[in-house]
Structure formats: C-alpha cells, structure tokens
C-alpha cells in the first residue's frame, strides 16, 4: 500500500532510531511511503498551549499538501498524530475558521487527508496474521508492557484509535512477534511531557512511577509509539527503577530479522544491547 | 467584553463550563493535581466566582500537561483541556507574569525555533533554552551522550517555503 509519510521533527533528531526503523519496517511489509512535500512542525504542546489559531494553521499548512493525494498519511509521532487530528476537528466544524485558516496558510484544505497512526496500519491493513507470518526470530522472553500514552488515544472522538481507556492493538502487534506482553493499568497514563526541560522533578516522579508498575505488572522493558514518551522513558527514569524502553517499529524490525536494531539500540540513553544479549535476541 | 466565565467559554467554543456538577473526576483523574497551587475542579469553582486574577496568576495553567484525560472521562463534555489552553492564552495576552516562566520560555523559544527554521532545530532549540531560562547546566552530560551516539545534528533539513511557515506566525500573531 501507498501512504503520504509526515516524519515530523523529532524523527530527524531525538527519536532517529524510530524514523530509520520505521522506514526499514515500511519497506519490508510493503508499505511505499511518499513523504508529504516541503513538510514543517505541527506546533505541538507549545503552540496550542499559546496560540489557537497558529495550533491549527501549522498542521493545517502540511494536511492541505498531504491532501493532494488521496492516500492515507501515515503519523509515526504521537504529538504530530494529535495536532493533525486536533485540527482536523475544528476545521470540521468551523467553516468561518477554515476560511480563515486558508488564508493564514494561502492554500485550499479541504479536510480529506485520513489521518493515521503505523500502528493503525499495521495492526489493522498488514494484519496481525500478516504480521506473525513474517516473522524469523520470535520474541520469547521479551515481556513488554505497551505504553500507549496521550497523545494516540485522547480525546477519542477527535484521535479515532482505539480503546481510550483499555487500547489493546500495540499489545496484539507484540504478541504476533512471539513476546509476551504484561496486562498493566498505567498504559493511558502521562509521562510527563513537554514539562521535561521545565519541571524535570516532576516528570522524574511521573517515569519512575511507570516504571515501578511496569516490573510489578512482570514486565522487562517497555514498547512505545510516542517520541516524548520514549524521550521522557529513556532519559528521566532514576537508575534504581529503571527498564529499558524501545519503539515499537525497532521490535517488529527485529523479530522480523531486518538490518539496523543494534545500531538503532546503541542510541537509546539506556543502552538496550545487553539486555536483548542476555534474551538471546541479538 | 463579558464577564470572565463569558469570555471563557466563548473561546472554548463548545459545551459552556456551568455543565460542570463538581463531582471532580477530572481531578481524580489529573496527573498534576497534586502539584498544581488550584485543582482543575477548583479552578472551574474559581472562574465560576469571577476569580480572574487568581486563576491566571495561578501555577495550574502552566502545569496542566495537556494530557486531555479530564475531556476524556468528563460526564458532561466540559473541555477542561480546551479551558486550561484558553487560561495559557488569556494570561499571555493579558500580560500576566506566568508563574511558572521555564514553561512559557520553553514555549516561545520552540516556537522561535520553527520561525528559524520551519522545523524544529533540537540542539539549536535546547541551547536557546538554556540560555533563555538560565538553566545552564543540567543535562549537560546527556546532551554530550547525545552528540556521541549521532542523535544530535547541528544542521538539519529545513522547509524550502520559509516565507509561508513565517506568513503563518506573523498572521496569527496578537
């Protein structure tokens, strides 16, 4: 299948290691990616939080060049993924504000970009038996608990995902990759944030509690699809409670035996290879 | 301009916030509330009684997280969420000193950073920040580890159309 791809700016920085695999999991399940042309920031937290019509403008500006075509536009990021549906929202029922938002950003949206998550796509257009049938090193032993977060799943009559307070379709996607994944309550939860460079001791108090209910769940790592949560995982938790978190496109990559989840690995802050060395699993 | 409940839920533009029948389950559900100076619920009893002053001087505004539970679980479809942008927005526009400043200069300087560039300049943004804020030295170690696992580039791609990223700053600016 054909989708428009919106990276977003953290997968060029921070959250690397999920653009690269998720454009080696794209290629290897047959998913073309063209990516939205001459793309810029979605505004996240900070412009919502200061500014509504410039919250709107900036998704608005790349959905009126993502719909040019008429494929759907993949969203790895949680934050991206929110703002573009947020926008959708209002622009939907706001026809004086879409007026308006057109001539903010010079160009005509008509609001028919469907908006997804590679999730979504995965889960739901490759298939989960698709999914397993690819499989060359089955995950065993690997027990993740799926952190879902935010941004993916609220509000759920703006985001459309899945079940906002029990979602279930990163937990099936590992389960089809021969992992086990740990039934846990704090999957919806907050980590925290844009506040991590303003308030770190709070989001600190907010991973650390993630983390002590992931190990009491049974859990030995955490898989997630947002690069704020993954940042706020991997480098706020205390050294005492913490577990090593991945991208949930650097798991399937690995269960499917592509090339790059070591190198991806090494650039996580918690370095994941020994742990993965210690399941056998790299 | 109406009173202050007027005004709010004229921005908020949806189900006005008189809806709200206190049973604080937005507050139950809040990740902040514990560190916030007034609960979301008080915060909606605060705009009820005209509080202006007190709501938008308050820490809350700053430390809601946007995590949009409280809509989510809301029984009567007040958008808390929505309340706690329009509060952010209102202070700002009004020109009150925000009480948490690290949180507001981290917003201006992101939004700085995409009038640069189109997109976001992580290091560029991350150094504007620590000089904006003062806060020089934390993190310091980890933006080394960064920069030596190959996460951190000083030049990246920026969108070609900067005019029309700049035309959509300047024309929704106040």
């Given amino acids: 299948m054909k989708v428009t791809y919106y990276p977003g700016c953290t997968l060029h920085g921070t959250a690397k290691e999920y653009g690269q695999s998720m454009i080696a999991v794209s290629k290897a399940l047959g998913i073309e990616l063209q990516e939205v042309d001459d793309w810029s920031c979605c505004g996240a937290t900070s412009a919502h939080s200061t500014n509504f019509k410039l919250s709107v403008a900036l998704p608005a500006r790349n959905l009126a060049a993502a719909e040019k075509s008429d494929q759907p536009v993949m969203v790895p990021c949680a934050a991206c993924f929110n703002r573009f549906k947020s926008a959708q929202h209002y622009l939907k029922k706001d026809a004086a504000l879409k007026a308006e938002i057109e001539g903010i950003i010079g160009a005509a949206y008509t609001g028919s970009a469907v908006v997804r998550n590679p999730i979504d796509i995965i889960g739901n257009d490759i298939g989960l038996k698709a999914l397993a049938a690819r499989v060359t090193k089955k995950l065993t032993g690997l027990k993740p608990v799926a952190y879902y977060g935010c941004l993916l799943l609220r509000p759920p009559e703006v985001c459309e995902f899945d079940d906002a307070e029990n979602p279930m379709l990163m937990d099936k996607i590992m389960t089809a990759l021969g992992a086990e994944p740990r039934f846990w309550s704090y999957k919806t939860d907050c980590c925290g944030g844009s506040l991590t460079l303003g308030k770190t001791e709070i989001v600190v108090k907010m991973v650390d509690k993630l983390m002590t209910m992931a190990k009491e ?20 938790a205390s050294e005492n409670v913490r577990l090593p978190a991945f991208y949930f496109t650097e798991l399937i990559a690995l269960a499917l035996g592509l090339e790059g989840p070591a190198q991806w690995f090494k650039m996580h802050n918690v370095d994941a290879r020994p742990f993965l060395e210690g399941l056998d699993l790299l | 301009m109406g009173t202050f409940l007027q005004d709010i839920n004229e921005r908020i533009g949806g189900v006005p916030i008189q809806r709200c029948y206190h049973c604080r389950k937005c507050t139950a559900g809040c990740p902040a509330a514990s560190v916030m100076e007034y609960n979301p619920n008080k915060i909606i009893k605060m705009i009820q009684m005209g509080r202006r002053d ?18 989510t679980r809301c029984p009567n479809e007040v958008d808390i969420a929505r309340m706690m942008d329009v509060l952010r927005q209102m202070a700002i526009e009004f020109g009150v000193d925000a009480r948490e400043k690290n949180i507001l200069t981290f917003h201006k300087v992101f939004l700085a950073n995409i009038k640069f560039g189109g997109r976001i300049n992580e290091p560029i943004m991350l150094a504007h920040y620590k000089l904006k804020s003062g806060d020089l030295f934390s993190d310091l170690a980890m933006g080394a580890g960064m920069f030596v696992k190959g996460k951190i580039h000083l030049v990246a791609p920026r969108t070609k159309n900067m005019k029309a990223v700049r035309n959509i700053l300047e024309k929704t600016a106040r």
Avoid: K
């Fill in chain 1, 217 to 236: 769940a049974g859990a030995n790592c955490l898989v997630t699809a947002c690069p704020i949560c993954m940042a706020n995982l991997d480098m706020r």
């Fill in chain 2, 54 to 71: 007190d709501v938008l001087n308050s820490s809350t505004i700053w430390l809601c997280m946007s995590c949009e539970t409280c809509i």
